[in-house]
């Protein structure tokens, strides 16, 4: 008996008294009218597509690693470096704060945008999201610091994020600087022209 007809063979010895399906009763049919959504479908289906068209601009391409103790920095032209440095240092308080610790990368994603877009909607400048990092001087690079760092960019109302203190969080946060929001401009420019006479 050679090798096939004896895996054949034993084959058959374990199926035992297994019966194949019937064919007609194995084939999709394709006679049968498909079903129209229902209008819950349809709505989870535009919730959806509505979430995923939210959040589309922040990338979630390859990005550059950073390493876990190299701080984070970033200004747009126009900003002072005592400003920055009065942000790294909790000059300012966090007027909000987002918690991505442990959560999934497309949760941040998803959460990150809504965040800073009601920030800036309740004209606050200052927010801190804390992310975490590795403890060890030979852990990983983390990757929710890494994509953190080339989003915050992507946005228009930020103005400048760097690392928090120690009592912040240290590397594991970073705080935010908002653009001011037009209304806010407004308050602080009747304020000024009050105080002129």
């Excluded at 390493?67 to 007027?95: C, K, M, N, S, T």
């Excluded at 877009?117 to 999201?129: G, N, T, W």
């Excluded at 992310?131 to 989003?151: C, F, M, Q, T």
């Amino acid at each position: 008996m050679t090798q096939s007809a004896r895996d054949d063979h034993d084959f058959r010895a374990l199926m035992g008294d297994v019966q194949p399906l019937r064919r007609e009763g194995n084939r999709a049919d394709p006679g049968r009218p498909r079903r129209a959504p229902s209008e819950a479908q349809l709505a989870r289906r535009e919730s959806a597509e509505a979430e995923s068209a939210g959040d589309s601009f922040l990338s979630d391409d390859f990005v550059e690693l950073l390493p876990p103790f190299d701080p984070l920095e970033f200004r747009r032209d126009g900003i002072q470096q005592g400003v920055v440095d009065r942000l790294r240092h909790g000059g300012y308080a966090a007027q909000a704060r987002l918690h991505l610790l442990r959560r999934p990368l497309a949760e941040c994603r998803r959460t990150l945008p809504g965040f800073i877009e009601e920030a800036q909607a309740h004209d606050l400048r200052s927010v801190l999201i804390v992310h975490g990092r590795g403890r060890e001087i030979d852990s990983a690079p983390n990757v929710l610091r890494s994509y953190l760092a080339k989003w915050l960019a992507q946005f228009e109302q930020v103005q400048a994020f760097v690392s928090a203190q120690p009592s912040d969080g240290g590397l594991g946060a970073t705080w935010v600087m908002l653009r001011k929001s037009e209304r806010a401009r407004a308050a602080n420019r009747e304020r000024q022209q009050k105080r002129r006479g």
